[in-house]
Nanobody, 127 residues
Framework: QVQLVESGGGLVQAGDSLRLSCAAS????????MGWFRQAPGKEREFVAA????????YYADSVKDRFTISRDNAKNTVTLQMNSLKPEDTAVYYC????????????????????WGQGTQVTVSS
């Protein structure tokens, strides 16, 4: 059994920062790739950021590049998304996800390669 729990969402103003955390428990695959996705009302769930099993390879969506930072601590089974300079278009439910296999490269961006998902945490950015 694998469980992922997100925390840190909230209501902020444009330009503010938030730090999202994801804690893994039970039998986990936190040594594999992990990522963050988000889903806004009326839109499909989209890739935000991903990090490989050893943290050596990191990927960001163009829309968040230079504003968001993903990191992981395998000893603590956690992954973090630091979000700076938030914009109203960042408003969405943010999901933590973990891959079942050790994919690499473009597979870290692919939603269908993630087998485990958290319940999501709401991020709302007002203008």
């Amino acid at each position: 059994q694998v469980q992922l729990v997100e925390s840190g969402g909230g209501l902020v103003q444009a330009g503010d920062s938030l730090r999202l955390s994801c804690a893994a428990s039970g039998r986990t695959f936190s040594s594999n790739g992990m990522g963050w996705f988000r889903q806004a009302p009326g839109k499909e769930r989209e890739f935000v950021a991903a990090i490989s099993w050893n943290g050596a390879n990191i990927y960001y969506a163009d829309s968040v590049k230079d504003r968001f930072t993903i990191s992981r601590d395998n000893a603590k089974n956690t992954v973090t998304l630091q979000m700076n300079s938030l914009k109203p278009e960042d408003t969405a439910v943010y999901y933590c996800a973990a891959q079942q296999l050790r994919y690499s490269g473009a597979y870290l961006r692919a939603r269908d390669k993630y087998a485990y998902w958290g319940q999501g945490t709401q991020v709302t950015v007002s203008s």
